[in-house]
């Protein structure tokens, strides 16, 4: 009988798992100083108050130029890019973001140690590991300057020690009840308060199932231990009002504004946001799967081994569940629903996938490979288109990495011994050949020269704004520029920009040039990322290069043009 590949890997080719150990940490670095890399567009907006809180010299109040975006978050998370950037001196990419990273990589750490503990073996351990950092989600989420990473490790970690030392720890009267409630309180100092209400029913449910569902023995010894968690997380956030100069504005913007406001239908029916549309209780279902990106088959197969064994599940796994389900049941509740909102749980998806990984039909990880295959191609015909238009973009490391990915794939899908343990490897070569497509972005044809940075220095330049903040990257771009952001969003014609402003930057389709009459300061290549439906309509059509990927030219505007606008409000 052949043996199962990953266990193969684990037990007979060491230098082979700490290969692919060392595949997923150089993925998570690699490119993480771009600004194309996947994230999510509120970066900006936590790195708009993070530079100017710096500047200010003060921990708090947090300091903002954008409208009804001061106190959008708690403090830590602006305080760790504080400490990052030593108070905004080094202020890149990088040093915003590798916390992050480190945050991710002890997230899965943690997931090896569990999986090896409730496997009994270390495969188990490694494939939840290597399957975590796999995940989409985790990639998109679990790199850029966001909450999202410290707030998964965090509130991860509560449940990682109940099911580690299990008994000892459920027992504990004091000390670890203390503990978690330090854990969930930092957690919801990244993130919100409103957290503490999903951990605190999945801990009320573990302690619940432990005591047989026994409710006299639960109102005796574990509600006290519930108490002291809840009292030690909420203190510790309390905090931000004790020491924040303006507590009323934190209750105002943050209490009111930023978690209230998420129960706003927004002019329609709550219930019929509840049952249809893009924020529906049913697109929140299908959450744990598209956050698994390339492993979504595998995901969903859990989901129906899950129900066919029911009845057969270890405590360990049904305890994993019920962290999952209390997730999407508090989160089912808001008028706004993301799979964002279920990312906490992923470290647990992991886990599950990875004690249930014989179980998974191959069929599954079949239809993640083909996935994968479907990406492959994807990015190598727009390099190759890219290349045949613009020249110079991608060396040959770029096609050797995709043919490479490309080979294991046909080799899991042609060696059914393979084809469990390489799924989650071509999952992670197919995120390292995505930021390799990427990576030209951010270099020469990404970026303006030394001459236009040195043309911009102290003057003031309006760039395209199609989300809050979004200019925020045109400070890496033109460092010593006066950065303003114009709405771009309908595309505004070039005639109306250089009547209002005298230095601008300006999006054109890869063929079309600037206007006649205005100075080119410089050009870069950049990608489009939020298209309106007409423009979607056109990518479905077929006119994909067109739609996706411009030419931004920096100009400026004819003498006499663009004097005295340069006040206005702009993109804020």
């Known amino acids: 009988m052949l043996r199962d590949p990953m266990r193969h890997l684990a037990e007979s080719r060491p230098l082979q798992y700490l290969a ?13 100083d771009g600004l194309h890399i996947p994230r999510n567009g509120d970066e900006n907006v936590y790195a708009h108050i993070t530079h100017l809180t710096a500047q200010s010299g003060d921990w708090l109040p947090l300091q903002s130029n954008l409208d009804n975006m001061r106190n959008t978050k708690p403090p830590l998370l602006f305080w760790q ?17 590798y916390p992050s990273v480190l945050y991710t990589l002890l997230t899965a750490w943690l997931v090896f140690l569990l999986g090896r ?14 399957a975590f950092l796999a995940f989409f989600s985790t990639y998109r989420f679990g790199r850029p300057y966001l909450v999202n990473p410290a707030e998964t490790f965090w509130l991860f970690l509560p449940f990682f020690t109940l099911l580690y030392w299990r008994e000892r720890a459920f027992d504990s009267r004091i000390a670890v009840p203390l503990l978690l409630g330090v854990f969930t309180g930092i957690g919801l100092l990244y993130k919100s308060f409103a957290l503490l209400a999903p951990v605190g029913i999945a801990l009320s449910w573990w302690y619940l199932s432990q005591r047989s569902y026994r409710l006299r023995p639960f109102l005796l010894h574990d509600v006290m231990k519930l108490v002291i968690v809840g009292v030690v997380a909420l203190g510790l956030f309390a905090l931000w009002f004790a ?69 057969r599940m270890s405590d360990e796994e049904r305890l994993l569940w019920m962290w999952m389900i209390a997730l999407f049941v508090i989160f089912a509740i808001p008028s706004q629903r993301s799979a964002r ?9 992991a886990l599950l996938l990875a004690l249930n990984w014989q179980r998974i039909p191959r069929a599954a990880f079949f239809a ?17 288109n890219l290349e045949a238009q613009m020249g110079g973009l991608y060396d040959r490391l770029f096609w050797a990495v995709l043919i490479f990915t490309a080979v ?33 972005f951010d270099g020469a044809a990404g970026r303006y020269d030394a001459a236009a940075q040195q043309a911009t220095q102290d003057h003031d330049v309006w760039v395209p704004c199609d989300f809050r903040a979004s200019w925020e990257d045109y400070r890496f771009l033109l460092p010593a520029a006066r950065i303003h952001g114009y709405h771009a969003q309908p595309p505004v014609p070039v005639d109306e920009l250089k009547a209002h402003y005298a230095l601008f930057a300006v999006q054109f389709p890869l063929q079309d040039k600037p206007c006649d009459e205005c100075e080119v300061i410089g ?7 939020r298209h309106n439906d007409a423009e979607i309509k056109a990518m479905l059509g077929g006119d994909v290069m067109q739609q996706l990927f411009v030419r931004e030219w920096l100009l400026r505007a004819p003498a006499g043009n663009g004097e005295g606008a340069q006040n206005e409000e702009g993109c804020r």
């Open 117 to 130: 503990k409730l496997g009994g073996e270390c495969v188990v351990g490694a494939t939840a590991a290597l």
């Open 20 to 32: 692919a150990v060392a595949l997923a940490v150089f993925v998570y670095f690699y490119a993480l």
């Open 408 to 440: 294991l794939v046909a080799l899991a899908i042609y060696a059914k011994r393979w084809t469990r343990g390489l799924t989650s490897v071509v999952a992670l070569l197919t995120l390292l050949v995505l930021a390799m497509f990427l990576r030209p």
């Open 243 to 311: 020491l924040d100069p303006d507590p009323q504005a934190v209750w105002q913007e943050f209490v009111l504004g930023e978690n209230a406001g998420k129960f706003d239908p927004h002019g329609g029916s709550y219930w019929a946001k509840l049952l249809w549309g893009g924020s529906s209780v049913w697109v929140l279902l299908l959450g744990y799967p598209l956050n698994a990106g390339l492993l979504a088959f595998p995901v969903m197969a859990l989901f129906v081994i899950a129900w066919q064994r029911r009845y």
């Open 368 to 384: 993640s490979l083909l996935a994968s295959v479907a990406v492959l191609a994807l990015f190598g015909w727009l390099a190759y």
């Open 523 to 529: 050009s870069r290549l950049e990608i489009r990322g």
């Open 81 to 97: 890019g504080i400490l990052s950037t030593e108070w905004a001196t080094e202020w890149d990419r990088w040093h915003l973001r």
């Open 341 to 349: 909102y279920l990312l906490d749980a992923m470290p647990g998806v």
